[in-house]
């Protein structure tokens, strides 16, 4: 009997014992394509050669030097291809361990900034309903999925939500796309409004949602209106790039796609690509100034932070992403990937919906097309195809959940970038 302590208490997983490309393979042999980059992680496939040569290497020169007293070489490598890539204004990388960390971290610098800059009453945050944004209590308290906060409701401040970006459900019938992105981002204002928007710190959001949607990007205009509003009441917008970040939507950071940079973003899963445990926090250099000039010291920190191997193989990764040419390779193969799905299923009687953009893409499971109606939610209809897909040696992430009512099922697919034609036709194959 094994003693580990798996996700799911009352199944038992298969046992992953090597990664080769884009396949998994378990102990009985068998493979699995990772049609989902596991989370949207792998985007360099299981088996690369450079990064793990950069491990070895820095396991070898330096381990560990404790944040407390020392940065690292690897460290400030990282934070400069970083930064010589990030949106307008960004200037400063905090270097964590993850996807929830970097938020956490985020949520924490904004309320500090306010802080800084006397402004002391700024105390909510605005997110979007069914939105995920981690699972520490602060961002499980930000974010707007409903069914995880629920638990822990009790044990956490109160969250303030408006309405995802979400065209297939919520455009209005002979609404173009731009006035529905406008009238979507609108609702940041009324919901500013209602809640005073001189007591709110930020806005978060995904560009494009992930886990909770599956691959939804924000309709035209939309964010250039949420930047407006943010400006305009002086509240910091904070982009949630943990899944989407790292080229998995066609360019490094998703947010260039809908032409604006934000205050502060976050970054995670693909920044390791699967190899180390890294996340990171992006500020602009207008916040880090008002900590530097003003207490000197971020309230906010972990052990791990900027730990020198995951730097050292995170910096590989993002140098492979930019100069290596994956981040247009995700691009490329995405468009592929979006052709091929739409031949397969464009007319499928069961999903309603084919979108996202460069590897991150999402198929919406629909009881009945023309209507949209969605399938009972009790039918658990999105975790019962990933079953049949996993027993038919495919990994995609399911995902399930209701926005504003409305929302059913989907499948989100999120392949490493090295993805070949021959193997995105057995993608296809597989999940047909
Ligand atoms: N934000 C988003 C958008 C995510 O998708 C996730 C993970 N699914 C997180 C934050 C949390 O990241 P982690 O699991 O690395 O803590």
């Given at each position: 009997m094994s003693h580990i302590f798996p996700r799911h208490t009352k199944s038992q997983p298969p046992t992953a014992v090597r990664g080769d490309g884009v396949y998994l393979i378990d102990s009985e042999g068998k493979n699995y394509l990772d049609a989902s980059g596991g989370a949207a992680v792998s985007c360099l496939g299981h088996s690369d050669q450079d990064v793990i040569e950069a491990i070895k290497k820095q396991a070898e020169t330096l381990a560990f030097a404790h944040t407390g007293f020392f940065t690292s070489e690897p460290a400030e490598r990282l934070a400069n291809r970083l930064i010589s890539n990030a949106p307008e204004g960004i200037e400063r990388v905090y270097l964590v361990s993850g996807g929830s960390e970097a938020v956490e971290s985020a949520l924490k610098l904004a309320r500090q900034f306010m802080l800084e800059t006397d402004q002391p009453k700024r105390n909510k945050f605005i997110a979007r309903r069914q939105s995920y944004h981690g699972n520490t209590l602060g961002a499980l308290a930000t974010g707007g999925n409903m069914w995880r906060r629920e638990p822990f409701a009790p044990v956490m401040v109160e969250g303030h939500h408006i309405s995802p970006c979400y065209e297939y459900r919520n455009r209005a019938e002979g609404e173009s796309l731009e006035d529905y992105g406008l009238r979507a981002a609108n609702e940041l204002e009324t919901k500013l409004l209602e809640v005073g928007p001189e007591t709110v710190i930020a806005?978060?959001?995904?560009?494009?949602?992930?886990?909770?949607?599956?691959?939804?990007?924000?309709?035209?205009?939309?964010?250039?209106?949420?930047?407006?509003?943010?400006?305009?009441?002086?509240?910091?917008?904070?982009?949630?790039?943990?899944?989407?970040?790292?080229?998995?939507?066609?360019?490094?950071?998703?947010?260039?796609?809908?032409?604006?940079?934000?205050?502060?973003?976050?970054?995670?899963?693909?920044?390791?690509?699967?190899?180390?445990?890294?996340?990171?926090?992006?500020?602009?250099?207008?916040?880090?100034?008002?900590?530097?000039?003003?207490?000197?010291?971020?309230?906010?920190?972990?052990?791990?932070?900027?730990?020198?191997?995951?730097?050292?193989?995170?910096?590989?990764?993002?140098?492979?992403?930019?100069?290596?040419?994956?981040?247009?390779?995700?691009?490329?193969?995405?468009?592929?990937?979006?052709?091929?799905?739409?031949?397969?299923?464009?007319?499928?009687?069961?999903?309603?919906?084919?979108?996202?953009?460069?590897?991150?893409?999402?198929?919406?499971?629909?009881?009945?097309?023309?209507?949209?109606?969605?399938?009972?939610?009790?039918?658990?209809?999105?975790?019962?195809?990933?079953?049949?897909?996993?027993?038919?040696?495919?990994?995609?992430?399911?995902?399930?959940?209701?926005?504003?009512?409305?929302?059913?099922?989907?499948?989100?697919?999120?392949?490493?970038?090295?993805?070949?034609?021959?193997?995105i036709d057995e993608l296809v194959g597989k999940l047909s």
């Open positions: 806005f978060i959001a995904e560009p494009v949602v992930g886990a909770t949607a599956g691959a939804v990007p924000a309709a035209p205009g939309y964010f250039k209106r949420i930047r407006e509003i943010c400006d305009q009441y002086g509240i910091l917008l904070i982009l949630d790039e943990v899944m989407c970040g790292m080229g998995r939507t066609g360019s490094l950071f998703a947010c260039e796609q809908d032409g604006i940079a934000p205050d502060i973003v976050c970054i995670a899963k693909g920044l390791g690509a699967g190899y180390q445990p890294i996340g990171a926090m992006l500020c602009s250099g207008r916040i880090y100034e008002a900590i530097e000039q003003g207490s000197g010291f971020f309230q906010h920190g972990h052990t791990y932070l900027g730990h020198p191997i995951a730097a050292a193989a995170a910096d590989v990764v993002v140098q492979k992403l930019t100069e290596g040419g994956l981040v247009k390779r995700s691009a490329e193969m995405g468009e592929k990937l979006d052709q091929a799905l739409h031949a397969e299923f464009g007319q499928h009687p069961h999903i309603g919906d084919i979108r996202g953009r460069g590897m991150f893409r999402g198929l919406e499971l629909v009881k009945d097309r023309a209507s949209k109606t969605p399938f009972d939610p009790a039918m658990g209809i999105a975790g019962k195809l990933k079953k049949v897909a996993q027993a038919n040696g495919l990994i995609c992430y399911p995902g399930s959940g209701t926005i504003d009512g409305k929302q059913g099922d989907h499948v989100l697919l999120a392949p490493p970038f090295i993805i070949s034609d021959s193997q």
